[in-house]
Nanobody, 129 residues
Framework: QVQLVESGGRLVQAGGSLRLSCAAS????????MGWFRQAPGKEREFVAA????????YYEDSVKGRFTISRDNAENTLYLQMNSLKPEDTAVYFC??????????????????????WGQGTQVTVSS
């Protein structure tokens, strides 16, 4: 079993940047494909970005392409989400998730919440206009 803890969320002005971290404990992160999801108030949780086990394959939701970058440091057992040019519509609780089987090979698969076995508790990102 793996425990995931997100951090780095805070209030930021539109146009600003944040880097979210997701620290893993219990098992080595390199075993898993990883994803970031977010949930805005009154909305369902949605896919943001995903990274393959090796880090060689990345997927992004269209609204964050060119602004967000997902990365992983397997040696540090940490997943990151660098968020630039933030917009008020990026306001949400951000969750990291681990996919144990890591068998996805398409955007559709990586974007499916049911593919992920472990979730963090979330970190709040608020972007003011």
């Amino acid at each position: 079993q793996v425990q995931l803890v997100e951090s780095g969320g805070r209030l930021v002005q539109a146009g600003g940047s944040l880097r979210l971290s997701c620290a893993a404990s219990g098992r080595t992160l390199s075993r898993y494909a990883m994803g970031w999801f977010r949930q805005a108030p009154g909305k369902e949780r949605e896919f943001v970005a995903a990274i393959s086990r090796s880090g060689g394959t990345l997927y992004y939701e269209d609204s964050v392409k060119g602004r967000f970058t997902i990365s992983r440091d397997n040696a540090e057992n940490t997943l990151y989400l660098q968020m630039n040019s933030l917009k008020p519509e990026d306001t949400a609780v951000y969750f990291c998730a681990a996919d144990v089987e890591a068998r996805c090979s398409s955007y559709t698969c990586y974007a499916e919440e049911l593919e992920y076995d472990y979730w963090g508790q979330g970190t709040q990102v608020t972007v003011s206009s």
